[in-house]
Every structure is written in structure tokens, then in C-alpha cells.
């Protein structure tokens, strides 16, 4: 009997002595329930600032590419100024690296000039914005536009559609390009119908006939046509090379 009470007060001894060490434990542990919460760092406002000014993520003013990605109609950015892309070609210098010869016109002065660039040189180019407009009329080197949405009419110079101004014509669709509001270029469908004039009549019974032969069409430009077309036909001319597609 005294050994049994022995064991049984010496277990007891050993129960009360752990039960800070459980307390303690489970004071410090983290709940289950609820996990601990951490406070976020306080905003600099510099997201915020980022997202409110003029050229946020979502409104770029303009992006870099490559100097072989430029083509005409595009507007970059040199030397603090703005120039449209007129023409760019493609030039290999013997064994020296290809360079893009481009035709610029300053978007401020109209004023043109020519510069090179590398294939693999940086050039900022400058997002505009483009609307369909449909023409209502020509009057020397003034052009008239409607807006089909809101019947809005602008006036522009004919010059801003470059060497395709010479096939705007009446009820025609074409295109603007905007800058800040501003009107920078035009451009007009790349297939339009046009009528011919005047061409030199087929030959008939001659084997040796001519493939092709210049035919006058009805806004003055003269293209290079089958020998089978005859004046009064209507053909398909590409815009962008001038030349006939097909009747």
C-alpha cells in the first residue's frame, strides 16, 4: 500500500509540473481558426499616380520597334519630333548590314527629308488613331469628308493621301489617321474601279503584237494594260503599285 501511494503521488508531482510547459505552449501557438493577420504596406501612390497619368499601361504613347518593322504610314518620333513615313526601302550595301531608306514628312511643317536606318535599330513609333470617313467631294486640293457615324464633315488637303489622292472620287471609303486630334495622313482602298479613256485599239492579225500597252484613265493616271482591253472598259487597279488587276 505505501509503495502504491508513493507511485500515485509521484505522477501527480509530474502532471502539475508540466502544465505551465502546456500552458506556455499553447499561448504561443498559432490559432487554427483564425490565422494570424498581416498588415499590408502602406501605399506610396505611386501606383495610383501611375494609372492617372496621360500615358498610363493602358495608353501608350508609343512603343519601340525595330527599324525593318517601319513602314510608310507609320509616324515616329526623332529628335523630339514628329515625321510620317512616306516611302521605305530595303538597301543591302554589299556585305555591310541592310539599311531601310525611308522618306519623312515632318508632321508640324509638311516639310519632307530623307534618312537611313538600321535593320536592327530602335525607332519609337507613335500610336495614332484611324477613322473611316467617306468622301463627298473634291474641289482642286481641297478634299470633303463625312463622318458616317456622326455626319460630322472634315476638310483636308488632298496632299495628305499622297500620290493616292489621285483616285478619290465621290461616295469613295476611306481612311484617316489622328494625332492629338490632328489629321496626320489618309489612305484610300487598295482596289478601286477605274474606267479607260483612251488606248491604242488591239491589233488584230498580228502575230507579234505587244503583250501589254498604256491605256489613260479616267483620273488622269496612265497604268500598263493588256493588249485586249479597249477604251470604256472598266478595270481593277492596285492603288499602292498603279497597275491593272483585271476587268
Not at 505522477?11 to 509540473?17: E, F, G, P, W
Not at 490559432?31 to 496621360?54: I, K, M, N
Not at 482642286?140 to 500620290?163: H, N, S, W, Y
Request: aromatic share 6%; charged share 25%.
Amino acid at each position: 500500500m505505501n509503495a502504491s501511494f508513493a507511485s500515485k503521488r509521484l505522477s501527480r508531482a509530474l502532471l502539475v509540473a508540466a502544465a505551465p510547459a502546456r500552458r506556455s505552449a499553447a499561448a504561443t501557438a498559432p490559432s487554427l481558426s483564425r490565422p494570424p493577420s498581416s498588415s499590408a504596406p502602406e501605399s506610396d501612390g505611386t501606383t495610383s499616380s501611375l494609372f492617372h497619368s496621360p500615358w498610363s499601361v493602358l495608353q501608350q504613347r508609343g512603343v519601340k520597334v525595330r527599324g525593318s518593322d517601319v513602314r510608310p504610314g507609320n509616324v515616329v518620333e526623332r529628335k523630339g519630333r514628329l515625321y510620317e513615313v512616306v516611302k521605305a526601302d530595303h538597301n543591302q550595301q554589299g556585305r555591310g548590314s541592310a539599311m531601310i531608306q525611308v522618306e519623312l514628312r515632318d508632321v508640324e511643317s509638311g516639310n519632307k527629308v530623307n534618312a537611313r536606318f538600321n535593320t536592327d535599330e530602335s525607332v519609337e513609333k507613335i500610336f495614332v488613331e484611324e477613322k473611316s470617313f467617306t468622301c463627298m467631294c473634291t474641289m482642286g486640293d481641297e478634299v470633303a469628308l463625312i463622318d458616317p457615324q456622326t455626319f460630322e464633315q472634315v476638310d483636308v488637303k488632298r496632299d495628305l493621301f499622297g500620290k493616292s489622292g489621285v483616285y478619290l472620287k465621290e461616295e469613295m471609303k476611306v481612311m484617316l489617321r489622328f494625332f492629338d486630334d490632328r489629321p496626320l495622313s489618309g489612305s484610300v482602298p487598295k482596289r478601286v474601279i477605274c474606267t479607260v479613256v483612251d488606248t491604242p485599239p488591239p491589233l488584230k492579225g498580228v502575230s507579234a503584237a505587244p503583250a501589254e500597252k498604256r491605256a489613260l484613265l479616267d483620273n488622269g493616271l496612265t497604268v500598263k494594260v493588256p493588249a485586249f482591253i479597249e477604251g470604256g472598259e472598266a478595270i481593277l487597279v492596285n492603288t499602292e503599285e498603279d497597275s491593272y488587276m483585271s476587268r
